[in-house]
């Protein structure tokens, strides 16, 4: 099984700046790496797939780097919008697996 | 626009039954895997099924495999979860989720239904 590592588990930013989430893979996923997006009480959304492709309807800030065992969603400029938990997961490999999510709070 | 509505979940007694079903609209059902994942409360995400479009392949983790089936009635745009031998640690919302053929990710998530295990 390939385990996902998120960190860091909480990060506490200002609106109007920059996040910088990282995700690691026990071995390599390739490119086949989503992040995920998740507010309380609302179901995940996809933000990220193919490693660095937006999905629908996502907003520029939204990026995503990396390949391999090695990945980054970085938000450019955080909207009080965005503060969420972010999941990593990976879907190369049976059994799917998703990293334990990074809080993304208001400082 | 792409709608899931998953249904059946509450609560049940360690060892017990229950079967999730999870109605589609806005997509071509038929042409696309279809997954189960839960959220324990409080936890992260955890991916328990996968059937392929023409229910011919089912995928489970070992945390599940030979207490939970998958199936799909396509004629129906439906997709179920059998949970039996249900345990404590299956107490979770269960969310349905198509994929595309191939090695691709949850392009889209219902609701949820809440599965409580608990005596």
């Known amino acids: 099984e390939i385990v996902m590592t998120q960190s860091p588990a909480t990060l506490s930013v200002s609106p109007g700046e920059r996040a910088t989430l990282s995700c690691r893979a026990s071995q390599s996923v390739s490119s086949n790496l989503a992040w995920y997006q998740q507010k309380p009480g609302q179901a995940p959304r996809l933000l990220i797939y193919?490693?660095?492709t937006r999905a629908t309807g996502i907003p520029a800030r939204f990026s995503g780097s990396g390949s391999g065992t090695e990945f980054t969603l970085t938000i450019g400029s955080l909207q009080s919008e965005d503060f969420a938990v972010y999941y990593c997961?990976?879907?190369?490999?049976?059994?799917?697996?998703f990293g334990g999510g990074t809080k993304v709070e208001i400082k | 626009e792409v709608q899931l509505v998953e249904s059946g979940g509450g609560l049940v007694q360690p060892g017990g039954s229950l079967r999730l079903s999870c109605a589609a609209s806005g997509f071509t059902f038929s042409t696309y895997a279809m997954s189960w994942v839960r959220q324990a409360p409080g936890k992260g995400l955890e991916w328990v099924s996968s059937i392929s479009p023409s229910g011919e392949s089912t995928y489970y983790p070992d945390s599940v495999k030979g207490r939970f089936t998958i199936s799909r009635d396509n004629s129906k745009n439906t997709l179920y979860l059998q949970m039996d031998s249900l345990r404590a640690e299956d107490t979770a919302v269960y969310y349905c989720?198509?994929?595309?053929?191939?090695?691709?990710?949850?392009?889209?998530w219902g609701q949820g239904t809440l599965v409580t295990v608990s005596s």
């Open positions: 193919g490693a660095s």
């Open positions: 997961q990976q879907y190369n490999n049976w059994p799917l697996t």
């Open positions: 989720a198509p994929r595309r053929s191939g090695p691709n990710p949850f392009d889209y």
